[in-house]
């Protein structure tokens, strides 16, 4: 909790004083109905009632015994395997939700098609020609054109970092293959990574400003493994198109020393990809609220994955996590105030097209607080909202009851996973994050080595107990978390 939350906040809210009075009263009830039974519930505090805090309890300890999430990742990735957006196996897997919504008993389970093109990743090929011959493992990024048949061969211009390349006013990128060797720094909550994504996102577009042919990164990685790391590139209309691939960090170290030696680098590679018109969908089922159901808490992972590897922590855990909280919801006995709806989110990956399709289908609705499951198996750590300031009180009583699951209470500047990041921004719908423990997730993210041996069982569990505490409250608040200012 913030020191800035206090509790008298609740009661000075305007916008909630009728329903905090009825919450009042009914904890004047309980105090009066002690000998009852009642005295053994939470007592109500900033508004939620000892009846939803209780219940909220009970999630909490339902969620610990989970054993759904880890089921459910299993059989995606057994079942479906990787599922790249548009492809016949994401197909796949729209019918495998469908099937297994249904089956966990949640109501309103439909695929609401999304429209989308996709890029298709083809072979790739890449090797250093000098100074002497060495095969190097490289994945297309994606988005990135192909190469010319017969591919391409060019001297290397070293950049020991996108700020360096950006910072070249010379002209000594032209005509060669830039090299991109920024590093990803390991950290908890995936700030490393965050500092180092523009060098894959906007590095073939900085490198053809200046001339180049290709761009080459190391990967956005923080293992020590030869494998490379694709993930999506994005080029601007006015600036000419360069293929983009990335490398395995060893043969990105390779580079680096033959470059420290003053070597002459040459590097030659070949890759074949398309881009085709493909329809998916969002596959979104709901826990049907009471006398709020208009009102939406949003349960949020994406069903697509890149095609390199299984997508088990990316984001398979998400779907499972996500997807037995709702069951846990339904199941547990009370239907909420506002509808709680799961939405497994179409192509993530490469265009957030189901977040954007989201966010247009569903304009006009109320959101109450939009979450999403999206950084690996990690047990969560840290709780951060964006929600207005007459929520805050709110958000601190759900952070007392995250706490038992030693999740930290860390403000109001959420950076929550990226189809939700898309609708808090699109919409100023509120948002939520429970950052999982990602110290090891880059080192498999976006690679063949992303596979379901990855996934702690164990630390599902904790997972799944957050989000459906979370979406109770969130659903059950007599405070609106939204608007966010604009
Ligand atoms: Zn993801």
């Known amino acids: 909790m913030g020191p800035h939350m206090t509790e008298h906040n609740t009661s000075g809210n305007a916008s909630s004083t009728s329903t905090f009075i009825t919450r009042r009263r009914f904890t004047a009830w309980c105090a009066a109905l002690a000998g009852a039974g009642c005295a053994q519930q939470p007592i109500a505090r900033a508004g939620f009632s000892a009846a939803d805090l209780a219940h909220a309890e009970l999630l909490r300890s339902?969620?610990?015994?989970?054993?759904?999430?880890?089921?459910?990742?299993?059989?995606?990735?057994s079942e479906v395997g990787a599922r790249p957006a548009g492809s016949a196996a994401d197909t796949r897997?729209?019918?495998?939700?469908?099937?297994?919504?249904?089956?966990?008993?949640?109501?309103?389970?439909?695929?609401?098609?999304?429209?989308?093109?996709?890029?298709?990743?083809?072979?790739?090929?890449?090797?250093?020609?000098?100074?002497?011959?060495?095969?190097?493992?490289?994945?297309?990024?994606?988005?990135?054109?192909?190469?010319?048949?017969?591919?391409?061969?060019?001297?290397?211009?070293?950049?020991?970092?996108?700020?360096?390349?950006?910072?070249?006013?010379?002209?000594?990128?032209?005509?060669?293959?830039?090299?991109?060797d920024q590093k990803t720094e390991r950290t908890r909550d995936g700030r490393g990574y965050g500092l180092a994504v523009a060098a894959r996102a906007t590095g073939a577009v900085e490198a053809a400003r200046r001339g180049a042919v290709a761009v080459a990164i190391r990967s956005i990685g923080t293992d020590?493994?030869?494998?490379?790391?694709?993930?999506?590139?994005?080029?601007?209309?006015?600036?000419?198109?360069?293929?983009?691939?990335?490398?395995?960090?060893?043969?990105?170290?390779?580079?680096?020393?033959?470059?420290?030696?003053?070597?002459?680098?040459?590097?030659?590679?070949?890759?074949?990809?398309?881009?085709?018109?493909?329809?998916?969908?969002?596959?979104?089922?709901?826990?049907?609220?009471?006398?709020?159901?208009?009102?939406?808490?949003?349960?949020?992972?994406?069903?697509?994955?890149?095609?390199?590897?299984?997508?088990?922590?990316?984001?398979?855990?998400?779907?499972?996590?996500?997807?037995?909280?709702?069951?846990?919801?339904?199941?547990?006995?009370q239907r909420p105030r506002r509808t709680v709806r799961l939405v497994l989110f179409a192509n993530e990956e490469n265009g957030f097209d189901g977040a954007n399709a989201y966010a247009e289908r569903y304009e006009g609705a109320k959101h109450q607080l939009v979450g999403e499951s999206d950084f690996g198996a990690g047990r969560p750590w840290r709780l951060r909202t964006r929600v207005r300031d007459?929520?805050?009180?709110?958000?601190?009583?759900?952070?007392?009851?995250?706490?038992?699951?030693?999740?930290?209470?860390?403000?109001?500047?959420a950076s929550p996973s990226p189809d939700a990041n898309v609708l808090m921004r699109r919409r100023g719908w509120p948002a939520v994050e429970l950052t999982q423990d990602g110290t090891g997730y880059f080192d498999v993210h976006h690679t063949?080595?992303?596979?379901?041996?990855?996934?702690?069982?164990?630390?599902?569990p904790q997972n799944v107990a957050a989000w459906a505490v979370t979406a109770w409250l969130a659903a059950q608040s007599p405070v609106a978390f939204g608007p966010l200012p604009r």
Request: one cysteine or more; aromatic letters at 4%; proline letters at 5%.
């Open 62 to 77: 339902r969620g610990l015994a989970d054993t759904q999430a880890y089921a459910l990742v299993e059989s995606l990735v």
């Open 390 to 413: 007459e929520a805050l009180p709110l958000v601190a009583e759900i952070a007392r009851m995250l706490a038992p699951l030693s999740i930290d209470h860390a403000g109001n500047e």
């Open 448 to 460: 063949e080595n992303d596979t379901l041996d990855k996934v702690d069982a164990k630390a599902l």
């Open 93 to 180: 897997a729209v019918n495998w939700a469908m099937a297994n919504l249904k089956r966990l008993g949640l109501a309103q389970v439909r695929a609401e098609p999304v429209n989308m093109q996709v890029w298709q990743r083809g072979a790739a090929q890449a090797r250093l020609v000098a100074p002497y011959p060495h095969p190097l493992v490289a994945a297309a990024l994606g988005n990135s054109i192909g190469t010319p048949p017969g591919g391409l061969e060019a001297e290397v211009a070293y950049y020991e970092s996108l700020d360096a390349l950006k910072a070249d006013t010379s002209d000594r990128a032209r005509g060669r293959i830039v090299f991109i």
């Open 224 to 333: 020590r493994d030869r494998f490379a790391h694709t993930g999506a590139m994005r080029y601007d209309l006015q600036v000419p198109k360069v293929p983009a691939f990335a490398v395995s960090v060893p043969d990105a170290d390779l580079i680096a020393r033959l470059q420290a030696r003053g070597q002459p680098l040459k590097l030659q590679f070949a890759l074949d990809a398309r881009v085709v018109s493909a329809t998916s969908a969002n596959v979104v089922a709901e826990v049907p609220g009471t006398d709020l159901a208009d009102e939406i808490v949003l349960l949020g992972a994406h069903l697509d994955s890149w095609d390199l590897g299984h997508g088990a922590l990316d984001d398979g855990a998400g779907v499972g996590i996500v997807c037995a909280a709702a069951r846990l919801l339904q199941d547990a006995g």
